[in-house]
């Protein structure tokens, strides 16, 4: 029987594997041909802020065709990514209770919209700003030319960032919710915290002060946010009568 139980969990898991594979599959086959394009549109931060005639250049044969590719690859797997959790989800909601369902859901759904926020708040705002000081703090006699597939990591490497410093509120709501740390404990904790987000500012950001501030306050305001929300959390299951013993 235990064995049966086993198989039963990893054909489902396979299934869901499959559907995954095949959810990222099929928007990455129709963005494919709207590749540079999509390359047009990511690079536009970097272009608006080289000086007349700078231009972006490629040192290795294959770039120019790969690096299209890779931001087809992203975007596809971005694309998909509501569908990906949803598998990740109905492999494990069968072990879950009504409540635990809902509650999931809703975590699920706002990290999601949090890590999108996170990473237009990066492209929009951020990547310009730091481009901007880059290439203004340039020597005299320098021609600033970036490598695609340098500027690309770069582009990535930030977007993640704060798409994942933006889940600050998840965390602390469900870290109160559980009662893993105290409401208290997390509202004595904010010059610690204060510091701490300029220390991740100062580590996932170029080294620049503009761009270190423009992840270190967010993620303090989110952290607030989080304590705020956290707050009204407990207070309502405070106020919630607890069910007479049997």
């Known amino acids: 029987m235990e064995q049966d139980g086993f198989l039963s969990h990893f054909y489902e898991l396979r299934t ?12 990455l086959l ?3 041909p709207f590749a540079n394009e999509l390359h047009g549109f990511f690079v536009t931060p970097l272009l608006n802020q080289l000086p007349a005639g ?10 120019p ?5 890779k931001i087809a690859f992203y975007v596809a797997v971005a694309v998909s990514l ?6 990740v989800w109905k492999f494990f909601q069968p072990g879950l209770y009504p409540k635990e369902k809902l509650i999931s859901v809703l975590g699920v ?13 990066a492209f929009y705002l951020v990547i310009p700003v730091v481009i901007k000081f880059i290439v203004g703090t340039a020597p005299e006699g320098v021609a ?9 990591d770069f582009l990535v490497s930030i977007m993640l960032a704060f798409g994942i410093s933006f889940q600050t509120p998840i965390i602390v709501v469900a870290i109160a919710a559980l009662g893993i740390v105290e409401l208290k404990t997390l509202r004595e904790i904010r010059g610690y915290v204060v510091v701490g987000a300029f220390v ?3 580590i996932f950001t170029p080294p620049d002060i503009i761009s270190q501030f423009m992840l270190a306050i967010p993620l303090w305001l989110l952290y607030e946010l989080g304590v705020f929300i956290a707050m009204l959390v407990v207070a309502r299951r405070a106020a919630v009568p607890a069910l007479p013993d049997a």
């Open 30 to 32: 129709a963005i494919l």
């Open 65 to 69: 065709f790969l690096i299209p590719l």
């Open 144 to 152: 600033v030319m970036t490598e695609i597939g340098s500027y690309l």
């Open 200 to 202: 991740v500012g100062a």
């Open 109 to 121: 759904v706002s990290s999601v919209i949090l890590f999108v926020i996170g990473a237009c708040f």
């Open 82 to 87: 509501p569908h990906t959790l949803y598998q």
């Open 54 to 63: 700078g231009q972006m250049i490629a040192t290795s044969v294959t770039s």
């Open 16 to 27: 869901r594997f499959i559907r995954i594979i095949a959810g990222m599959l099929v928007p």
